[in-house]
């Protein structure tokens, strides 16, 4: 005898049903997680190129940060190397600051080691003329060519 005084069809077909229900759980997770994977594709920030110089030389090593007007709009940043810099930023108006240093032959601290000095004029980082529009696309290139002394 079946639970409930039921009979092997009822018995049969509540195990279907159970089994159609976990089978649609599944599918709907399934999908949930496909569709997770394609919408973290489209976070709303695009890859950024490009090359920075200064006087004619790649940049060694230093850092690029991409930033917004509107202070809701967290800035960007990355790393130069060897004249190149690649970056995931958001689409927009973007102020661009680029800094790098090196180790002064002549500034000393008080043990005799010497302190680093910014090698990058004023202009391209705390008072920028540089700037970029970059747009809801891979194909951002920004190439920097920056001339001038050192800011001191």
Not at 70 to 96: C, F, L, Q, R, T
Not at 108 to 127: D, Q, V, W
Request: glycine content about 10%; charged content about 25%; overall charge neutral.
């Amino acid at each position: 005898m079946l639970p409930n005084g039921g009979c092997w069809a009822r018995f049969a077909l509540t195990n279907r049903e159970s089994l159609m229900r976990r089978l649609v759980s599944i599918g709907s997770l399934a999908c949930l997680w496909c569709s997770t994977l394609i919408g973290c594709q489209g976070t709303g920030f695009y890859k950024v190129v490009g090359e920075a110089s200064l006087d004619g030389e790649p940049i060694k090593e230093g850092d690029i940060t991409f930033s917004s007007d509107d202070p809701h709009i967290a800035p960007e940043a990355g790393k130069i190397v060897n004249g190149h810099y690649e970056i995931m930023a958001k689409p927009g108006m973007k102020k661009v600051d680029i800094r790098a240093a090196r180790l002064s032959p002549t500034v000393k601290n008080a043990f005799g080691a010497p302190l680093s000095e910014n090698i990058i004029p004023a202009r391209y980082n705390t008072a920028t003329e540089l700037t970029a529009d970059v747009q809801a696309s891979d194909k951002n290139r920004f190439d920097f060519v920056l001339k001038g002394e050192p800011a001191k």
